[in-house]
């Protein structure tokens, strides 16, 4: 299989060195500046549970170096997704797959969902750019359950399980699905092949909606922020109303925030990507993780009062720390 991962941090590092250590597979990557040097200096690394692993890159630049790809695997930052998405046309064949394993909700979202409204979110894909580069017959859907980091370009630092949710956009199984879950369970991934994975989508936002924008604000890490009451009554609140807007979206959560606190105190003080990002003064991924969700709200004509105020309180913040863009002259924040 011929596969090109675009973007090699942390995620799409730890993908990139399990594939070429572990699955005799030699995935190519589009990266840039200190993240392109390092991998043509020492290749694919990784620290993954203690163990390193380290093969030769094939990397390039640009996606006119490459050609036809059979799978495309997307481990950008959200603010990066418009700009990499208007120059994939070269990666893509006729039934080459593009698999985003990103945070937060995906541009192909509602698309996938017969009933909701299919047009572009513009938080997550204004004047939807992204759905125009990349068709929804050639999306395969990703959640990435793996706690990583990147002490320095070039190298993903992973601790704990590597598991991967993989299906198709609008439910059900495919040979396809199959095929990628099989590749990536030779990498060593712990592999899902689901029936609904807008639903498992959902499911892992519902904690991220609140634990990464909250670590922001006040850089505290997982335990500390569930180890405060008044914070952690602050977060239980939006996750109802995340709750209750993904009942409308046909994504029902049966455990309450009290159950899913439990599952995520695990990662004891461990800090958030977002909280990575802030420290390392990078931008941050508050629209698909957050300004989506108040989206979709909205056009539920659902109220989110204190998911507005997760929203608001972190856009402000990153705004100030050139993390985010203001609105434009005239135009809504």
Not at 176 to 195: P, W
Request: net charge neutral; charged share 20%; with cysteine.
């Amino acid at each position: 299989m011929r596969i090109c991962i675009i973007g090699a941090g942390a995620i799409g590092g730890l993908i990139g060195a399990r594939l070429a250590a572990r699955a005799g597979c030699q995935p190519a990557v589009l990266a840039r500046g200190a993240t392109l040097r390092a991998l043509r200096e020492h290749g694919w690394r990784a620290d993954t549970a203690g163990e390193v692993l380290q093969a030769p890159a094939r990397v390039v630049e640009h996606a006119e170096e490459l050609g036809e790809q059979d799978l495309v695997i997307l481990a950008v930052k959200g603010p990066a997704l418009r700009e990499v998405a208007s120059g994939l046309a070269p990666l893509l064949g006729e039934s080459t797959i593009v698999m985003p394993a990103m945070n937060g909700v995906p541009w192909w979202f509602c698309a996938a969902r017969p009933g909701l409204d299919p047009t572009p979110l513009r938080s997550v894909d204004p004047g939807g750019r992204i759905a125009a580069a990349i068709e929804l017959r050639r999306v395969l859907g990703c959640v990435v359950h793996a706690t990583t980091s990147v002490p320095e370009p070039g190298l993903s630092l992973h601790r704990g399980p590597a598991r991967l949710i993989i299906g198709e956009p609008g439910g059900g199984h495919s040979q396809r699905a199959e095929q990628v879950c099989a590749v990536l369970q030779l990498a060593g991934f712990e592999t899902v092949h689901s029936e609904d994975v807008r639903r498992d989508i959902w499911y892992k936002l519902w904690g991220n909606l609140t634990m990464n924008p909250v670590s922001a604000l006040t850089g505290a890490t997982i335990e500390q922020m569930l180890g405060d009451p008044l914070v952690l009554a602050f977060c239980n609140s939006a996750m109802r109303e995340a709750r209750a807007l993904g009942e409308r979206l046909g994504c029902p959560i049966e455990q309450t925030p009290e159950e899913r606190n439990q599952i995520t105190m695990r990662l004891g003080a461990f800090k958030t990507s977002m909280l990575q990002d802030l420290e390392a003064g990078r931008a941050l991924e508050l629209d698909a993780i957050v300004g989506a969700v108040q989206e979709l709200a909205g056009r539920m004509e659902l109220p989110t009062p204190t998911i507005d105020a997760v929203l608001g309180l972190t856009r402000l913040m990153a705004r100030v720390r050139g993390l985010y863009p203001w609105p434009e002259s005239g135009a809504a924040a």
